[in-house]
């Protein structure tokens, strides 16, 4: 499922059935076609094209918010179990308390003073993932600093740098990876409340929270066009769920054991 | 224990303390000129310069940020910017709306969690089982507006059984509003619920494989008396610790499930807020979500010491 949307996305980059952006007015509300696949919206846009290029949109956004969160708080959740002491005290503070800002609220604050856009939503996001990647791989790069071959390239006189990026991150990458694919998902339902709020994306760029957003004014004269883009949003977080827990069975075969 | 709460209270104290902080540096200092924000980058000078001394905010930071404090403390939160009446005023009566469908979500998640989970764990591997589970995994992966949207299609617009969104005000007498939070909970109680529902039924499950549970059930005590004495108790620390994990997705979903259905609580307040460049009340709100995710996790963790003595004796 994933794969078919990162074709969906791909193919929308040169070539939609429709365009996501013509508005088309004596268009308004065709049914589903051979040139309209799924039909039009209000303004005669071909709502096949909008979903196909929401999708390009979506998974942008999730790549660089989950990116942000990734390489922050899994170099600081590192350097927590690295440092130990007062750093790690303080990073671990720091990321108790990011929990009380989920990505909509920093997503309200950021708009209230910078203005609605696309590049706050993804800062959002991505600062809310932060805490989430640094508290996991703490967690466990800890429990790794205590293993025996740790220990052993200790005394054979490794520095703590060192030893990190040989021993401990290829032991939490696969916890890691796991992490970043459910979290790939929650970023692409975050998106899409975000846009529909029409605190994230703005017009004309086609995302499927502003199509629901628009959507939802018409339910009384074509409600399909409010099931399309929630369809494809469920689809699409559905896939990423499911290649986490099947990435997790094959990455971690004793967490799979244990469930 | 006492320590243990004392420890859990300061805390509680600093973590607040360090988000009222954050908010403030966020929508005080960071913009540079709150007042340039609230009228516009094209405003004139003299009126950017008017209306920043009007706002206080030519007063030193530290000296707002105590104000505020202390404000918060008494009750004197200024006025909006928009609506010239005190922040307070609009956002008492935004809570008395939110925290009933916050609460009313909840209930409802939790009743589902429990009754999903406990079953499909009972018949375990089942076809019931499965099937629960397929739904679930599909609960977890609808966003919840989309969710709002085709209970309003369905309960309102088909059936007609239901209001499609508005909120007619308390006085209008309690089984009317009711009825007009249903969908609304009901949207977030789906998502919650199932992510709870497996959370429950992988706990039990766990739990049943426990030595002490086949001692239960050696020394003659039925499935279901050990279920209830042993099992769930058990089982239901996990439950709890992501119920708290959940508060905060649940919170923001209403933000979000409140826009749907027009209900004027916080969330369509600070969304509106945005709209008329109201700083003030933003802030406001903000600080109080976060208060609310903040505290309930404080009573999460003082809720697990109540349930599980073993982590009092290790005093976390």
């Known amino acids: 499922m994933t794969a078919f949307l990162l074709i969906c996305a791909a193919i929308s980059l040169f070539w939609t059935p429709g365009s996501a952006y013509d508005i088309t007015i004596t268009n308004r509300f065709l049914p589903p076609s051979a040139d309209h696949w799924l039909g039009t919206d209000q303004f005669g846009r071909d709502i096949a094209s909008m979903l196909m290029t929401g999708t390009q949109n979506s998974i942008v956004v999730a790549v660089v918010a989950v990116s942000i969160g990734l390489f922050i708080g899994v170099s600081l959740g590192l350097l927590a179990a690295a440092k130990r002491g007062w750093t790690e005290e303080i990073i671990m503070r720091f990321s108790d308390f990011s929990f009380a800002f989920p990505a909509i609220l920093s997503a309200i604050m950021l708009t209230a003073i910078l203005g609605p856009g696309g590049v706050n939503s993804i800062l959002a996001i991505g600062l809310y993932n932060i805490p989430v990647f640094a508290r996991l791989t703490r967690g466990s790069a800890n429990s790794i600093w205590a293993r ?112 | 224990m006492s320590v243990f709460i004392a420890k859990r209270v300061l805390t509680l104290l600093a973590t607040l303390i360090g988000a009222s902080i954050v908010i403030f540096l966020v929508m005080e200092i960071l913009p540079g000129d709150p007042a340039l924000v609230i009228l516009g980058v094209d405003a004139s000078d003299e009126a950017v310069r008017a209306l920043t001394i009007e706002l206080g905010l030519d007063r030193p930071p530290l000296e707002r940020y ?29 809570l008395l709306i939110t925290i009933p469908l916050a609460l009313m979500s909840i209930t409802l998640s939790i009743v589902l969690a429990l009754s999903i989970g406990l079953y499909a764990a009972a018949n375990h591997n089942k076809a019931g089982d499965i099937t629960l589970m397929g739904i679930s995994q599909l609960g977890i992966s609808v966003p919840n507006f989309w969710l709002a949207i085709l209970l309003i299609i369905l309960f309102a617009i088909e059936l007609r059984w239901l209001p499609a969104g508005g909120f007619p005000g308390w006085k209008e007498g309690f089984w009317v509003c009711l009825k007009a939070l249903l969908l609304p909970s009901l949207a977030l109680a789906t998502v919650v619920g199932a992510i709870l529902a497996r959370i429950t039924r992988s706990s039990v499950l766990e739990v049943f494989r426990e030595d002490y549970v086949r001692t239960a059930r050696a020394k003659g005590l039925s499935q279901q008396a050990t279920l209830w004495r042993h099992v769930l108790r058990n089982a239901l620390i996990p439950v709890l610790t992501v119920t708290g994990i959940q508060f905060s997705a649940l919170l923001t979903g209403t933000v979000v499930v409140e826009n749907v259905f027009h209900i004027p609580g916080l969330g369509s307040l600070v969304l509106k807020a945005i709209n008329n460049r109201d700083t003030i009340v933003v802030e406001n709100v903000v600080l109080l979500l976060a208060t609310m995710i903040i505290v309930v996790n404080f009573v999460v963790d003082i809720l697990y010491a109540v349930i599980d003595p073993r982590l009092k004796a290790h005093d976390i």
Do not use: C
Request: proline share 6%.
């Open chain 2, 66 to 94: 105590w104000d505020w404090m202390t404000g918060i403390l008494t009750g004197e939160l200024g006025n909006s910017y928009a609506y010239k009446v005190p922040v307070w005023e609009l956002v008492e009566g935004a």
């Open chain 1, 148 to 259: 025996e071959f740790v220990m052993a390239a200790r005394a054979s006189g490794k520095g703590r740098f060192r030893i990190t990026f040989e021993h401990i991150l290829p032991n939490v990458l696969s916890l890691i990876i796991v992490q970043a694919t459910i979290l790939f998902a929650i970023a692409i339902l975050a998106e899409a409340a975000l846009s529909y709020l029409g605190l994230g994306t703005q017009p004309p760029e086609p995302s499927w929270g502003r199509m629901l957003n628009e959507a939802q004014t018409l339910m009384f004269l074509d409600p399909m066009q409010a099931i399309y883009p929630g369809l494809a949003i469920a689809i699409a977080v559905f896939g990423l769920n499911l290649l986490g827990d099947g990435l997790r069975d094959v990455l971690d075969p004793r967490l799979s054991r244990k469930r």
